[in-house]
């Protein structure tokens, strides 16, 4: 198992086989995004309460839960890259660093600009927004952290730490509006009985998140490529692959 | 169509959102590739700059070796 995962993980495997896979995976994030959108914004009928104005939906709550999920991603990858030194666990908690800072970012927007119509006011310091600000700063802290140490291997192994220990920050953002009483909604997909949305609404939204999913492993991987032709630039293959695509 | 852009007078609202979203997503895989492009030049002028010396310094050496 280890070495299937080893010989995966190889630099020259890695660039060669995501370089055929970007294209493909370019063409599905296009395509399920466009449905996306097209169910979310056409196809999916106004709200009974809300109008036209809970389309917001459709581009905040896939930005909320990506904005999480890249968080757990670069938490697991930090884990490998401290445990098993494998250093393309290390590229890619350092490559979704800015994916997922902006995610976090956009969540906070969207969130806000769906706010003023519907609560009246851009920004609560209620304790769901306040968590992702501070999921927000850890991104940032992450990627100041990574710049400001010269030497890349305790880069990588102080900023695993700081995304470690702020994993403690994730359930709590999903907890907030269940321990907190807040001004923020409550889960409405993620129940344990049916979620508390229509079928027409779920699917577009569902297809957005993997949209957005699909989004993050594509522009991931193009990072990821770029970091490792970076870091391999004395090896050998990387001086082959370069002649070749000079000739 | 005039209706579908009002949103129902949240246009400013959603389109704001979605717009967002659209650029920021656009912005972050635009710089992926332009980073790409830009080392794969950077690695092409090096490896070059390096073929070069080397070929210099085979002349210098050959000059050497025929004067002594």
Redesign the interface.
Known sequence: MHRIFSQWASPVHFYRLTGRMIPWLWAATLLLLAVG?FGG??LAP?DYQQ???Y??IF??VP?AWMAMFVYMSMAVSAAISLIWRIKLADIWAKVSA??GA?FT??AL??GS??G??MWGTWWVWDARITSVVILLFLYIGYMALRAAIEDRRTASRASAILILVGVVNVPIIHYSVIWWNTLHQGPTITRLDAPAIHVSMLIPLLVMALAFML?YL??GL??A??EV??QE?NSRW??EL??E??R | MSE?LA????AF??W???G??LL??LV??LE??R??RQ??RR??R???RDSEQSARQAVHQTTLQRRG
């Open positions: 959108l914004l056409v106004p109008g036209e104005a389309r917001i581009v905040h930005s800015p994916l902006s970012a956009l927007l969207t600009l769906w003023k119509p989004y594509t522009v193009m990072r490529r770029s032709l970076d630039r990387v001086t370069v002649r695509e000079a | 579908f949103m129902g007078g949240y609202y959603v704001t959102s979605f967002a979203v920021v997503m972050n895989a992926a590739a980073h790409h080392l794969r690695l092409e090096s490896q070059r």
